[in-house]
């Protein structure tokens, strides 16, 4: 570790920073050896927080919620809990980097099969401040998510520091490091609002952000260098340098500056001079060639290269001051501003510049004078994580580990989910109920005097098994086939329904204005039910007469779910048309 700069940059960092205590390390600390200058970049902290029991909770909902075997999903109750404690007890790689997405895209899957409003009773998340070391607490399952994209930001931050800025590769990798932690850093920002805890607030994830980017494209100065072998253009110098003073600007408001480490203000104050001092010295050399290669406007091109360099000479004296101020792993900043102020030095004492630089030093304040430095491209953009991957025929990277218990537009914390087996015996060769939609397959209509409303079967319970066979991932002729298997010659069905059995005073008036005429033959059923298209929007289905304009009518096939659902849900996008199952049962001649 002492021998390597990067490592002590991380084991600084995390030994001042742990739960804000302050730790005294100089016995490990020491000078960089003379033999290179490395860059010192900011190294954030990570949340830490405490062991969570999430098998327990899940399982007891899988069992008393979705009336399911727990014993059936142990294998995904094991996987959920141990991603939980790989997050937990991180460790710097880029397969840590990628637990952490899993983790949160298991999340996403989770939020409604277990969590009512993003809460479990349950379940209470712990985390502490990256900085100060607070302790939040909360039951929301949006602090984990949000604290789980930060560490994840702040570990690929760790895992950049790591890269050696010394060839082509590493260059990059660190610059694409940096971007996607400003990425984590904006969304968080952009999705989670109220923050409890003084690292994720709006302020704090702007300034992160920033700074990010700002060492990304301190990278990019970097590979001009190393790679290129070539002295950097003005614009580019003076593009970091306004990335650092943004961040400065951040780190000085109100809001934030007692609570971030006070050398986060000098760092980032020291690079925004020597990238300013830089932008001026190339702005400056350049002037001063083009004055010796032409004569028509070279006394005013001279002055003002001189003036740009003394300028350069002005940023760099002070950015020499506030070095004094930087801890012991940054301190290879003062030699990287020593060793250019000297350049400056040199430049300035050519034999031909002293008369026009005791002009310029006659002038006074250079930077009323002298014209804006040039703006540069600014290459570094936060790259925002992609949290929906799909595989290359559709499937999703993460599937959903409870997938068995059922699609999650209708298997879900917001439905009641009761569920019964009845069996029923065809009167006249009629069930007297008519199914709808697919996975799941509901009862769409019930016949007030048939067999299926005596047996209590009700509208809008999902048909989850069709005697011994589960059904709730199949598709309306997959689960008409199994009836018309079942049935045999018998006509004897047993089918097993889940959903809300106990109808409310609005579904019962509903159930009585589409059950008034009785369903004694296809012919009559669907001569009381005007043709239309049943439509699916991923909450609720809705029955129109128009397929290009669907209504939304909440229970109009199962009962109603939550209005809204977070931007993350996997069904709030695309609206799925479904064939009406009516019109297809009348064209085949078919009774259920």
């Known amino acids: ?29 020491q000078e960089e050896p003379d033999s290179g200058l490395s860059l010192p970049l900011v190294v954030l902290g990570m949340k830490e927080t405490v062991y969570v029991d999430l098998k327990g909770p899940f399982a007891d909902l899988i069992r008393d919620h979705y009336h399911e075997d727990p014993a059936e ?48 009773p349950r379940i209470a998340f ?39 800025l010394d060839n082509k590769e590493h260059i990059k990798q660190s610059a694409k490091l940096f971007q996607k932690a400003a990425g984590c850093f904006q969304y968080i920002e952009q999705n989670f609002l109220h923050a409890p805890s003084a690292d994720i ?79 001026d010295f190339y702005m400056g050399c350049e002037l001063l060639e083009n004055a010796a290669q032409s004569a028509s406007d070279a006394p005013g091109s001279r002055w003002t290269g001189v003036a740009r360099i003394a300028r350069a000479q002005m940023h760099l004296k002070k950015a020499l001051r506030r070095c004094a101020d930087l801890p012991n792993n940054m301190q290879s900043m003062a030699k990287l501003v020593s060793q250019f102020a000297r350049e400056v030095d040199t430049t300035l004492s050519e034999p031909g510049l002293a008369d026009t630089v005791a002009s310029v ?52 914390m917001d439905n009641v989910l009761h569920k019964i087996t009845r069996t029923l015996h065809a009167r006249d060769r009629s069930f007297g109920f008519t199914l709808g939609g697919n996975a799941p397959v509901c009862i769409y209509k019930v016949a007030a005097d048939g067999v299926a409303a005596e047996a209590g079967v009700r509208r809008g319970l999902a048909v989850v098994a069709v005697g011994d066979r589960r059904v709730k991932h199949e598709m309306h002729d997959t689960v008409v086939q199994l009836i018309k298997e079942a049935r045999g010659s018998g006509d004897t069905i047993t089918l097993t329904l889940q959903g809300n059995t106990e109808p409310d005073e609005e579904e019962r ?84």
């Open 126 to 164: 712990r985390w502490f401040d990256s900085l100060n070391g607070q302790p939040t607490l909360q039951r929301s399952l949006a602090l984990e998510k949000a604290c789980v994209l930060f560490n994840a930001g702040v570990l690929s931050v760790q895992l950049a520091a790591t890269k050696e």
């Open 1 to 29: 570790a002492k021998a390597h700069h990067c490592v002590r940059k991380s084991v600084y960092f995390h030994s001042t920073n742990l739960n804000g205590s302050e730790l005294n390390l100089d016995d490990i600390l």
């Open 201 to 279: 607030s709006q302020s704090s994830l702007r300034m992160l952000s920033t700074l990010c980017l700002a060492q990304a494209q301190e990278c990019s100065h970097v590979y001009v260098t190393t790679v290129k072998h070539r002295k950097p253009t003005a614009g580019e110098c003076a593009a970091v340098a306004d990335f650092y003073r943004l961040a400065h600007t951040q780190l000085c408001t109100p809001t934030l500056k007692d609570y971030v480490p006070p050398a986060w203000i000098d760092i980032t104050q020291v690079k925004q001079l020597y990238y300013d001092a830089q932008a």
């Open 73 to 120: 999903f142990q294998a995904a109750l094991d996987h959920m809990q141990s991603l939980r404690e790989s997050v937990r007890l991180f460790s710097l790689n880029e397969e840590c980097l990628a637990t952490y997405f899993e983790y949160y895209h298991h999340l996403v899957h989770v939020e409604h099969r277990f969590f009512v409003n993003f809460k479990n």
């Open 361 to 412: 030093e006659d002038k006074g304040n250079l930077n009323d004078m002298l014209p804006p430095k040039p703006t540069g491209a600014e290459l570094a953009k936060p790259l925002l994580p992609v949290l929906h991957r799909q595989t290359a025929d559709g499937c999703p990277v993460h599937p959903d580990l409870f997938e068995e218990l059922g699609p999650k537009y209708f298997f879900n």
């Open 509 to 592: 008036k509903q159930e009585e204005e589409t059950a008034a005429a009785p369903l004694t033959s296809p012919t009559t059923a669907n001569a009381s039910v005007p043709k239309s298209d049943v439509f699916a929007t991923g909450r609720s289905f809705a029955l129109t007469g128009k397929a290009a304009t669907p209504s939304v009518l909440k229970s109009a096939v199962m009962p109603s779910m939550s209005d809204t659902f977070p931007e993350e849900d996997d069904f709030n996008e695309d609206l799925i048309i479904f064939e009406n199952p009516l019109n297809r049962l009348s064209s085949r001649n078919e009774d259920n």
